[in-house]
């Protein structure tokens, strides 16, 4: 990674929009997960990578029982390049251990590659994806659900919830709920971890974290014993 990637200036500079390069002319039906995560480099499929320091692709092991999809890389996964490596992916490596599921049998990604922002001062501030980035992004996840093959996967928070379940799905009534899916065998969505971050106090922290354990051991009864924790 170069200095301007890493220090988070890349955004700053001006960056020139490729025509060609949506997600249809990168991926081929032959394309590797290594592959993909090359060709998602050039990806100008809509306008978030100019905002963005580099893609942030999916992680983990091609044959992972379980995917754990969330809406977008944070700042720190923007500066690194890597999924779910900031504070609320620790907390979800916390959760999955109390959980007892094995973090290696696990493939993690976003619905969105790269991530979108808006600026106050100079502080990037998450912005949510709107419907028309989501959709021109989903191939690459499509094509990352093809090659890993998993049994369950599970949408970490809202937004991942209603791009893959249904538009009206409230995950506050319907977390942990298991149902068939065109994408796997199973899916169902529990909270993103980020939002246990931003628990009120610590009272309300313990609780959300309990209650999101609690998910992934739902979760974890549909796993087979490769997937889950030697005891
Ligand atoms: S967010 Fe997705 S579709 Fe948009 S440029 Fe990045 S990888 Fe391409």
């Known amino acids: 990674m ?3 990637k890493r220090s988070g200036l890349l955004h700053h500079m001006p960056r020139k929009k490729t025509k060609g390069q949506s997600p249809a002319d990168l991926i081929e039906p032959d394309s590797s997960l290594e592959d993909l995560r090359g060709a998602a480099e050039s ?12 893609v942030v692709f999916g992680e983990g092991a091609p044959g992972a029982e379980v ?11 923007d500066l690194d390049g ?3 490596v900031g504070p609320a992916g620790r907390l979800l490596d916390e959760a999955l251990i109390k959980a007892g599921i094995e973090r290696r049998g696990i493939y993690v990604t976003n619905i969105v590659k790269h991530f979108n922002s808006t600026t106050r001062g100079k502080l990037r501030i998450h912005k949510k994806p709107n419907a028309e980035e989501i959709a021109a992004c989903r191939p690459w996840l499509e094509a990352e659900i ?3 093959g998993p049994k369950v996967i599970v949408c970490l928070g ?16 319907q977390r942990g709920e298991m149902m068939k899916s065109p994408l796997a065998p ?6 993103h971890p980020s939002s246990i971050l931003r628990s009120r106090d610590d009272k309300s922290r313990h609780a959300e974290m309990r209650q999101f354990v609690e998910d992934l ?15």
Do not use: N, Y
């Open 2 to 4: 170069t200095r301007e």
């Open 43 to 54: 990806c100008r499929g809509c306008d978030i990578w100019q905002r963005a320091t580099q």
């Open 67 to 77: 995917m754990l999809v969330g809406e977008q890389p944070g700042t720190r996964e």
């Open 82 to 84: 890597r999924p779910f």
């Open 146 to 148: 093809a090659r890993v």
């Open 158 to 173: 809202a937004t991942a919830a209603q791009a893959l379940i249904a538009r009206d799905f409230r995950v506050s009534r």
């Open 186 to 191: 199973l899916i169902t969505a529990t909270v």
């Open 217 to 231: 051991k739902k979760i974890a009864r549909h796993l087979p014993p490769s997937a889950l924790k030697r005891k």
